[in-house]
């Protein structure tokens, strides 16, 4: 299969713990949605080091696939938005993803998300 060099868009919240897991679930997404760029926007006070840190082995599994990270705090979702906003046409689909600890976080999001970003939903993985 010829993968599409389309984004794939993440918008998430998780904990430190389960970034790992968050991070393989994604690369996993991301292929079996034909795409081979995966923009991951990820809510939380963590430190980008400490993202890495977490995610470094399946970075390391997945190098093939080009990923662009954005750390947002959870005071910057405009910022966020207005990032997605400048790549909607290049988008080839939009995966929520929280996990129970954090999903009020992205259930304030959802309703800031303009309609045009969300018919592009591919997975909401917080129902």
Known sequence: MQLENRFLV???S??????????????????????????INFISNISYPEFIQNARESLLDNIDLGIYIYIWK????EYMLK???EIKD???????????NNKQIIEKI????PNSIKANIIKD???
């Open 10 to 12: 993440v918008i998430s």
């Open 14 to 39: 998780t904990s430190s713990d389960n970034i790992s897991d968050f991070i393989k679930r994604m690369f996993t997404d991301c292929r079996l949605s034909g795409s081979k760029k995966l923009m």
């Open 74 to 77: 959870p005071d910057e979702i």
């Open 83 to 85: 990032r997605i906003l």
């Open 90 to 100: 290049d988008m080839k689909g939009l995966i929520i993803y929280c996990d129970s």
């Open 110 to 113: 959802l309703p800031k998300i």
């Open 125 to 127: 993985y917080c129902k």
